[in-house]
């Protein structure tokens, strides 16, 4: 039964600890110690990951160890208590930040980096036509013209 109990406390404690951590440790320094924003948000979104899929394993783990300790102490697992309706609210948000909010962050990023690649790309391809075939005052600023 101590076991139960110990198992569903160390599942609250990692899951609520790593967001505290992350949240008020880890993403203000990496912001402010990595070179480019980009770097930092690409990590931040991986840590993001693995603090999902914690939070979720440890969501399962509460539940279930839960639920077996108070169906043993009281006879009834209790489904309907605070403690696991609380775990199930924060469960769902979780499956929601990753599978919903963390997916769209990801299309929205991949379409930037599209965008951005296709203005350069567009940006070259414009000058070097303005050097062919623009008139020949811009020639001398051309960077194609020497």
Known sequence: MSVLRFLSLLSLVVWVGGIVFFAFVVAPALFSI???RDLAGAVVTRSL???????IVA?????ITSMVW???AAGNARLLAAKHVLVGIMLV?????QFGVS???HRLRTRWERWIA???VMR???SSIACIAGPRRWRPVCSCWG
Do not use: D
Request: aromatic fraction near 6%; hydrophobic fraction near 60%; avoid cysteine.
């Open 103 to 105: 997916a769209r962050m």
């Open 118 to 120: 296709l203005r350069k």
């Open 124 to 126: 070259g391809a414009s």
């Open 70 to 72: 108070s169906a043993i």
């Open 49 to 55: 990951n693995a603090l999902h899929w914690m939070g």
């Open 34 to 36: 990595l070179p480019t």
């Open 93 to 97: 948000l979780t499956l929601i930040s």
């Open 59 to 63: 969501a399962i783990v509460f539940l």
